[in-house]
C-alpha cells in the first residue's frame, strides 16, 4: 500500500513540472486491485465425520468399515417363569385308639365268718350250736344257702376313676378260710356309683385252705375304682360228719387284680406312651407335567396348625426323612398343653435339600413321619377315643436354590412388550438406506433347559412409520440349554435376522419404538431326549438385541442446513470488496456426492439472491465412484468449481442483519448402486478466494512556490 502511494505520489510530481501553477486542494485517489489468496487446505477421513454422529454407536470392522452398532437387553426370564412352587398344603386328622394304663395295684379283702353269721340268722344259730360247747367237736352240716353280705371294693391307688375298657382283665381269688367248703358261690361285681354291673365270677367249690380264681373280661366294660362285691349265691356242702374246729374270726380272703387295662374313655391317668406314629406320602401340585427330583431350599417354612382335643398333654414329632441339612434329615417337635388348644408352629426349612425321588422310587414326592407321644401329668384326665387331633401342615414361600428333574414340555410365552429403541439422531438415517442390516436376537440361558421358538414378533415404528418382520425363514428356532459343568456361564443361541428376512425394510425406518414378543415351548423333543433339567436360584435366560449396520447403503438427498447471521464484523469485512470468486478443488474418496446452494436473505429469511457456481452447477463435491458389484470406491471424485459473488452479491452481504443459508443436499450418486463407507476414506479439499476490491485515498499536496518563500 505503502509502494503505491509513492507511485500515485510521484506522478503528480511529474505533473507539476509542466504547470507554472497548481491546485493546492487534496486530491482522491481510486484504485480497484483483484486479490487472490489460498484460505485453507485439509484433509478429512471418513471416521472423523461419522463417529461425529455418534462415537457410542460407530465402530469399524476388521476390514475398517464402519458399522452401526447398538445392543440392549429387552427380556430377562427368571426361575418362577418355569417353575413357580406354590405353597404345598396336606393335612391329617385322627382320632386316638384306646390308651393303656397301669394295672391296678393288687387289693385284697376278707369275709369272716363273725360278719356272715351276723347277716345270717339261720347261720348264726346253727355256728352258735357248734361253738357252744366244744368249738372242734362237732362236724360241720350242709347247709344249702348262707347270706353273705356285700363287700365294698374301693381300690386305692388305681389308674383310673372311671373307665371304659377295650380290653383288660378284672380277676378275683377267692381263698377259703372255713372250716367247711363253700360251694355254688357267684359273686357279682357293681360300680359303687350307680350299681351297674360289671361282670359275675363263679366259683364251684373251694374246700377248706384251698383258693379259686375267676376272671371279668372288662372290654366294653365301664369300671370305676369304688366297686361293690355282691354275693348272689354261696352254699356248704358240709363235713360229712367229720368234726372241725369252728372259729368267728375265720375268713374268706378275696383278693382283686386288674391287668392289660386298655382304656377307650373315661377318666384315668395315663402313663407316657407313643400314640401316634404314622407316615404321610403326599405329592407337590404341579400341573405341567414336571416330573422333580432334588429341591434345595434358598428359603422356606414348614407351617403347623394343630387343634388338639386330648387333655393330657402330649409332644408332637416331626420328621421329614428326604429333606436334609448337612446329612441330616429334618426333626423338630411342638409341645403341646393339655387341650382343647390350637397351637400354631413355623419351622424355617432354609439350607434343606428334599429328595423328591425318594432315593429313586418316586418322583415330586414328600413324606412326613409324624409321631405323638402324651407327655403324663400324673393326675386323672378325661379322655374319650372321640378325641381328635387335626393338624393342618404348609411348606410356604418356597424359594428354590436348586432344583432338578424333569420340568415338563409347557409352553412358554413373553408377551409383546413395547419399548423405547434409541438409536440416536434419526436425521441423517433417515436418509439412509441400508443394504445389509443385521438384527440378532441373542438368548443368553443358563437354565438347564433346552426351549423353542415357534414364533416370533418384532415391529419397528418411528412416528406414523411402522413395519413387522417376517421371520418365517428363521423361525422355528431352538435355544440351547445351559451347561451343568458351568452353571453360571451362559450358553448363547443367536437368532440372525439378516438377508433372508425383511429387517432391512424394519431398520431402514430407523425406529424409535420397537415391540416384541415370541412364543414356544421348553424342552422340545428335538432338544431333550434325556429329559434332565435344573434351575439355580440365579439362572436366568437374558435375551439382548444386537443391531450391526454396515454403513452400506444408499443416501438419498439428505440435506444439511445452516444459517449465518450477517453481523457488524462479517459486512465490514466486505467494505472493499466489489465482487468477489471462491474456488474449491475437492479430491473425494468418499462415495458421497454434494450438491451446494447458497443463499442471502433478509432478516425475515426472504431469498434476495445466491450465490451461483460459474459453470452453473451446483455439485461442489463429486462423489468417488465404485464397484456397483461390491460398492468399493475404484477411483476418487474431482472437482474444481468457482463459486461467484457478484457486485450485487456483496452489496446484499455488506447489509448487517441479512443471513447466508448454506444448503447441502448429499446422494451417493452412481446409478444408486449401494456403496461402503470404510473408516480410511479420505477426502482433500483446498479453498482459495479471488476478491475485486475497491479503494479511494486522499492525498494532501502541497505548492513550492509557498516555501521559497
Not at 427368571?78 to 393303656?100: K, M, R, T, W
Not at 429328595?355 to 429313586?360: A, N, R
Not at 416384541?516 to 421348553?522: D, K, L, R, S, W
Not at 428335538?526 to 435375551?543: C, F, M, R, V
Request: glycine share 6%.
Amino acid at each position: 500500500m505503502k509502494k503505491l502511494k509513492t507511485a500515485v505520489f510521484l506522478m503528480v510530481i511529474l505533473s507539476s513540472c509542466v504547470k507554472d501553477d497548481y491546485d493546492l486542494n487534496p486530491i482522491k485517489v481510486q484504485y480497484s486491485p483483484e486479490i487472490a489468496a489460498p484460505l485453507f487446505k485439509t484433509t478429512i477421513e471418513a471416521g472423523q465425520i461419522l463417529t461425529a454422529l455418534d462415537s457410542t454407536l460407530l465402530t469399524e470392522n476388521s476390514d475398517k468399515l464402519l458399522e452401526y452398532r447398538y445392543s440392549d437387553q429387552v427380556y430377562s426370564v427368571e426361575l418362577s417363569e418355569f417353575i413357580n412352587i406354590d405353597d404345598v398344603n396336606f393335612n391329617f386328622e385322627f382320632q386316638l385308639d384306646p390308651l393303656s394304663i397301669e394295672d391296678i395295684p393288687q387289693f385284697q379283702t376278707s369275709i369272716s365268718l363273725q360278719s356272715v353269721t351276723d347277716n345270717d340268722p339261720v347261720l348264726s344259730t346253727l355256728v352258735n350250736g357248734l361253738t357252744g360247747v366244744d368249738s372242734c367237736a362237732n362236724a360241720f352240716p350242709f347247709v344249702p344257702s348262707i347270706d353273705v353280705p356285700d363287700v365294698t371294693l374301693p381300690i386305692s391307688g388305681a389308674p383310673f376313676v372311671s373307665a371304659t375298657f377295650s380290653s383288660g382283665e378284672l380277676e378275683v381269688e377267692l381263698k377259703n378260710g372255713w372250716p367247711t367248703p363253700i360251694n355254688n358261690v357267684q359273686l357279682r361285681l357293681k360300680n359303687q356309683s350307680d350299681n351297674s354291673i360289671i361282670g359275675i365270677l363263679n366259683y364251684n367249690e373251694i374246700l377248706p385252705g384251698d383258693s379259686l380264681t375267676d376272671v371279668i373280661d372288662l372290654a366294653g366294660k365301664t369300671v370305676e375304682s369304688n366297686m361293690v362285691g355282691e354275693f348272689v349265691s354261696v352254699s356248704s356242702a358240709g363235713t360229712s360228719g367229720q368234726p372241725v374246729c369252728v372259729s368267728l374270726f375265720d375268713e374268706i380272703v378275696a383278693t382283686i387284680n386288674g391287668t392289660n387295662f386298655v382304656v377307650v374313655s373315661g377318666s384315668a391317668v395315663f402313663p407316657n406312651q407313643e400314640v401316634l406314629n404314622d407316615t404321610i406320602d403326599f405329592s407337590m401340585n404341579l400341573a405341567s407335567g414336571e416330573e422333580l427330583e432334588t429341591l434345595e431350599l434358598k428359603s422356606g417354612n414348614l407351617v403347623f396348625q394343630v387343634d388338639y382335643e386330648i387333655e393330657e398333654a402330649a409332644k408332637l414329632y416331626i420328621e421329614l426323612p428326604y429333606a436334609k441339612s448337612g446329612g441330616v434329615p429334618f426333626l423338630d417337635s411342638i409341645f403341646i398343653g393339655g387341650g382343647p388348644t390350637i397351637v400354631n408352629k413355623t419351622f424355617d426349612l432354609s439350607g434343606y435339600s428334599f429328595d423328591l425321588s425318594k432315593e429313586g422310587q418316586s418322583v415330586n414326592a414328600l413324606e412326613a413321619i409324624i409321631r405323638g407321644n402324651l407327655e403324663s401329668s400324673g393326675t386323672p384326665v378325661s379322655f374319650d377315643t372321640s378325641n381328635s387331633v387335626t393338624a393342618d401342615i404348609t411348606m410356604s414361600n418356597i424359594q428354590p436354590l436348586f432344583i432338578d428333574g424333569y420340568f415338563g414340555s409347557q409352553s412358554l410365552n413373553l408377551d409383546p412388550e413395547t419399548f423405547d429403541f434409541d438409536l440416536g439422531e434419526a436425521q441423517i438415517f433417515e436418509k439412509i438406506n441400508f443394504a445389509t442390516p443385521t438384527v440378532t436376537i441373542g438368548f443368553h440361558n443358563t437354565f438347564g433347559i433346552p426351549m423353542g421358538i415357534s414364533s416370533l414378533d418384532l415391529i419397528m415404528k418411528r412416528d406414523d412409520q411402522m413395519d413387522s418382520l417376517d421371520a418365517s425363514a428363521v423361525i422355528p428356532f431352538d435355544i440351547l440349554s445351559g451347561n451343568i459343568a458351568s452353571p453360571d456361564v451362559p450358553v448363547t443361541s443367536e437368532l440372525i435376522l439378516g438377508n433372508t428376512t425383511n429387517i432391512a425394510d424394519l431398520i431402514n425406518i430407523w425406529p424409535n419404538v420397537v415391540t416384541t414378543g415370541f412364543a414356544g415351548a421348553i424342552n422340545p423333543d428335538t432338544l431333550n431326549d434325556g429329559k434332565y433339567n435344573y434351575a439355580l436360584d440365579t439362572s436366568k435366560l437374558n435375551i439382548t438385541l444386537d443391531l450391526s449396520i454396515p454403513l452400506y447403503a444408499t443416501v438419498d438427498d439428505f440435506t444439511i442446513q445452516d444459517t449465518i447471521e450477517i453481523d457488524s464484523s462479517l459486512s465490514n469485512g466486505f467494505e472493499y470488496v466489489k465482487h468477489a470468486s471462491m474456488r474449491t478443488n475437492i479430491d473425494n474418496g468418499f462415495p458421497l456426492q454434494a450438491s451446494v446452494k447458497i443463499y442471502i436473505t433478509d432478516e425475515n429469511y426472504l431469498v434476495l439472491d445466491s450465490l451461483e457456481t460459474s459453470d452453473s452447477s451446483d455439485v461442489l463435491i463429486e462423489a468417488a465412484t465404485v464397484n456397483s458389484s461390491t460398492g468399493d470406491v475404484i477411483f476418487n471424485g474431482v472437482r474444481q468449481a468457482d463459486l461467484i459473488a457478484d457486485e450485487d452479491d456483496v452489496n446484499l452481504l455488506k447489509v448487517p442483519g441479512n443471513n447466508i443459508i448454506i444448503s447441502a443436499i448429499l446422494n451417493t450418486a452412481n446409478s444408486g448402486a449401494n456403496v461402503n463407507i470404510y473408516s480410511d476414506y479420505t477426502m482433500e479439499i483446498k479453498v482459495g478466494v479471488k476478491a475485486k476490491v475497491f479503494i479511494e485515498e486522499e492525498i494532501e499536496l502541497s505548492n513550492p512556490s509557498d516555501n521559497q518563500d
